[in-house]
């Protein structure tokens, strides 16, 4: 079904609605879910390819970006890069405003020892709340593990959350790569989170050996989000890693706070970086403020601009 002008709280291509967040709303009341509004935000399983507008050449009002923290380095990191792209499009300096919301990180590290992704789902949903009283459009979470629930976070988001899963999904394809290495924490690497939207996109994946998930899930909770890194913990996990590069295309560094230590250049091999990926979706979707979205039978233009 196109989406048209017609539909409360959607202007079709070319008018002024006042912002995503009242489009968004809009929709809701009629009955729509967020995921027939766009790829980026969609359910988990039915990836399509992104193919958002080309990138300006200057920044001029841009929407407003929701970060949910779930570690302070993710969501920094994040919003530092988002900075910094900004900064190669528009000399003067202009870019998105930017809300950062963050709780205590044990309520995350807590509720996810116990795989209690009710609670963990509750307490992003609440940072959501408050980025959208701070006049934000729509939000990002630079973090893989709440995507263990993100269709259930963005059905009852009050603003459009974009996904972590189509944004790598479409770099991959992007890159034409037939097989990828998931890296992240343990509750990444052993749910498998990735392995279905990557089939789908005919991606297989691999994760390291059960020793070596151990050592990279202590790195990033004992080592990289606490600010304590020991570097011959760093280069132990890298010597390893470099032995499983040979069955694969490239690495996923599915958890944001690994690009703190792993690059391409100490792995000698093609990385997906996932905060990279989802600042450059982010700083995209503020500044352009449409997507594209395509399906199995055509293109079609579904327009959140100005």
């Avoid at 980026?40 to 929407?63: E, Y």
């Avoid at 809300?99 to 044990?106: A, C, V």
């Avoid at 570097?231 to 890298?238: D, F, G």
Wanted: hydrophobic share 40%; net charge positive.
């Amino acid at each position: 079904m196109f989406l048209s002008g017609l539909t409360k709280g959607l202007k079709p291509v070319g008018t002024q609605p006042t912002s995503l967040s009242t489009i968004f709303r809009g929709s809701r009341s009629i009955g729509m879910s967020l995921t027939s509004l766009s790829p980026i935000i969609s359910n988990v399983g039915h990836t399509r390819h992104l193919n958002m507008q080309p990138m300006p050449s200057s920044i001029k009002s841009p929407w407003h970006i929701g970060i949910v923290g779930v570690t302070t380095v993710g969501a920094c990191s994040c919003a530092k890069r988002i900075v910094a792209k900004a900064a190669s499009i528009d000399k003067e300096g202009r870019h998105p405003e930017f809300t950062i919301h963050t709780l205590p990180f044990n309520k995350y590290k807590e509720a996810a020892d116990k795989e209690d992704w009710d609670s963990f789902s509750k307490s992003i949903l609440r940072s959501i709340r408050a980025l959208e009283q701070a006049g934000s459009e729509f939000v990002i979470i630079p973090s893989n593990t709440p995507h263990v629930r993100i269709h259930e976070i963005q059905e009852k988001s009050p603003l459009p959350v974009l996904s972590m899963l189509d944004i790598v999904v479409d770099q991959c394809k992007k890159q034409r790569l037939k097989r990828v290495a998931v890296l992240g924490t343990q509750y990444i690497m052993e749910s498998r989170l990735y392995d279905e939207v990557l089939e789908k996109a005919g991606i297989s994946t691999i994760v390291p050996n059960k020793g070596l998930r151990e050592r990279i899930h202590a790195l990033i909770m004992d080592e990289i989000i606490p600010d304590k890194i020991n570097q011959t913990s760093v280069n132990r996990v890298i010597k390893q890693l470099k032995l499983l590069k040979e069955d694969c295309d490239a690495m996923i560094l599915a958890c944001t706070e690994l690009p703190e230590v792993l690059n391409k250049d100490n792995l000698n091999c093609s990385v997906i970086d996932t905060t990279d990926a989802m600042a450059k979706a982010a700083l995209q979707l503020a500044v352009t403020k449409d997507m594209y979205t395509l399906n199995s039978m055509d293109k079609r233009l579904i327009s959140f601009g100005m």
